[in-house]
């Protein structure tokens, strides 16, 4: 089955960390980007990372987020760290091949 997976979102407190992962089935991952859609929000983009690796870091977790890829395992991750509490929401993975794909989203709760 040709889908992406998200997975590691879960309830952290202000300054904490979460690794969440996105891994592709049914084709090899390509560039690959994150979004966060924020309660009420439209999604952002957060991060990306190119076929070959290279990041790019929005400025709204620059400085607290790495996104990084294992192609080995096919999968892509986006570790946050020092969490804040407009860091909540969903994230999304979306990637592109023939077609584009989307995950079904993983929710991070930010709160004390």
């Known amino acids: 089955q040709v889908q992406l997976v998200e997975s590691g979102g879960g309830y952290v407190q202000p300054g904490g960390s979460l690794r969440l992962s996105c891994a592709a089935s049914?084709?090899?991952?390509?560039?690959m980007v994150w979004y966060l859609q924020a309660p009420g929000k439209q999604r952002e983009l957060v991060a990306a990372?190119?076929?070959?690796?290279?990041?790019t870091i929005l400025d709204s977790v620059n400085g607290r987020a790495t996104i990084s890829r294992d192609d080995a395992k096919n999968t892509a991750y986006l570790e946050l760290r020092n969490l804040k509490t407009e860091d909540t929401g969903v994230y999304y993975c979306?990637?592109?091949?023939?077609?584009?794909?989307w995950g079904q989203g993983t929710q991070v709760i930010v709160s004390a």
């Open positions: 049914g084709f090899s991952l390509n560039a």
């Open positions: 990372i190119s076929s070959g690796g290279s990041p």
């Open positions: 979306k990637t592109k091949s023939g077609r584009t794909y």
